[in-house]
């Protein structure tokens, strides 16, 4: 069996370094940090080490909101998504992750539009 996403981006603990770097990008991104003005960083970052880890073949519970009711009524633009995933790609190539995980997380991320963007 190939390895799961998972396994290939390292397991929790490289997982939430990952995140961390990703959601202190997001807060200091000029094009969607005050998105998050109002958000409990803590529990975002929690929130999103959870839907990574169990989306990419972890063995964790993603406790939080589904993904259409946490974008709703903010209107989100593709020029926000672009923003935001330009961030996690930034982290993953500051935490050492090869361009192939890196062209796998983009995919996913994209397919997911439909859920985010201009809800
Ligand atoms: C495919 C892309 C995205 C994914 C997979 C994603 C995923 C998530 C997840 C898992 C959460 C946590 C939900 C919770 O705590 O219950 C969250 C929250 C949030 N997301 Fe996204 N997100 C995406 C794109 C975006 C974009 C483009 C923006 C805006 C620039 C954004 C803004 C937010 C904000 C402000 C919150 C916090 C909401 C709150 O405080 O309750 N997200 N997102």
Same mark, same amino acid.
């Given at each position: 069996?190939?390895a799961?996403?998972y396994?290939?981006?390292g397991?929790?603990e490289? &997982?939430q370094?990952?995140?961390?770097d990703?959601?202190?990008?997001h807060? $200091?991104?000029?094009? &969607?940090?005050?998105r998050?003005?109002?958000?409990?960083?803590?529990?975002?970052?929690?929130?999103v080490?959870?839907f990574?880890?169990?989306?990419?073949?972890?063995p964790?519970?993603y406790t @939080?909101k +589904?993904?259409v $009711?946490a974008h709703k009524?903010m209107?989100?633009s593709?020029?926000?998504?672009?923003a935001a995933? +330009? +961030? &996690?790609?930034?982290?993953?190539?500051?935490? @050492?992750? +090869?361009q192939a995980?890196?062209?796998e997380?983009?995919? &996913?991320l994209?397919?997911?539009k @439909?859920?985010?963007?201009?809800?």
């Open positions: 069996m190939p799961t996403l396994e290939r981006l397991g929790e490289r &997982i370094r990952l995140v961390t990703v959601v202190e990008n807060y $200091s991104n000029p094009l &969607i940090r005050s998050f003005a109002n958000s409990n960083r803590a529990e975002v970052e929690r929130h080490v959870e990574l880890c169990a989306g990419s073949g972890g964790q519970c @939080g +589904d993904l $009711s009524g209107n989100i593709e020029q926000e998504l672009v995933m +330009d +961030d &996690i790609v930034a982290a993953m190539t500051k935490n @050492g992750y +090869d995980e890196k062209n997380v983009v995919a &996913i994209y397919s997911l @439909g859920d985010v963007v201009r809800l």
